[in-house]
């Protein structure tokens, strides 16, 4: 009777282990959900007066928060996943528990004895599996939960922009545009089309760019590299 109370016990305490850690990961989801939704940059009321570049910026703060969403959404999924695991394993400890307590009463019917300490110590060492079993759940939620905290939230603001360089004698067709860190293309088109416009000209898409470089990788410029600017058609 003694020890199948410690095996009720030690199931309840481990049942209980499992809710409140359960309970502290969401909190911990739910608060990176809300500061990821604080940290978009723009309010819909601001739209009218944006300029090409905060277009832009925006569109990409909101691809981060969709990324962002999803990460958040696979850690759901893995926790969800991890609970069910350690379902399985409560169940597994209390047929165990149940296994010891059939055993221990054969025992006692035969020789009078309670069980016996080999008995005892095979199943303190699967209590002992199940809550290793439980700290590596844990400690991948962890990690899973630190690599999204890396996941750059910063508003758009604080980044570099792109600064079009347009010589006031071009007597090219197209003007030299030298790649800076965090440089994006459309930024760099963006704000091309911004100067352009203030100088009465037309404006100038992606597609003619890439065609002026064509061995150019949109979604890979690198710093220093050279990328030629087309020269707008004039606004009629």
Known sequence: MLAHGTTGNCSRLLEQRSISYVRAMRQILVILIACAAWSLPLQAADLPNETAA??????????????????????LETQELI?????????RLNSLADELHLSKEEAARNSAAGVSRDELRKFV???KEVDEK??????LILKSIKDLAKLPVTTPSTEAK??????????????EYIVKPRDRLHDIIAAYNTEFEKRGQGRITKDQVLKANPKLNPDKLLPGQKIRIPMPAKSK
Do not use: C
Not at 54 to 66: F, G, L, P
Not at 134 to 139: A, I, L, M, N
């Open 54 to 75: 905060a277009i832009a910026d925006r569109r990409e703060a909101e691809e981060r928060y969709k990324r962002l969403n999803a990460d958040v959404q696979n850690l």
């Open 83 to 91: 609970l069910k695991r350690q379902e399985a394993l409560q169940q």
């Open 125 to 127: 060492e699967k209590l």
């Open 134 to 139: 439980r700290e590596s759940d844990k400690q």
């Open 162 to 175: 792109a600064s079009p360089q347009i010589p006031a004698d071009a007597s090219d067709d197209t003007y």
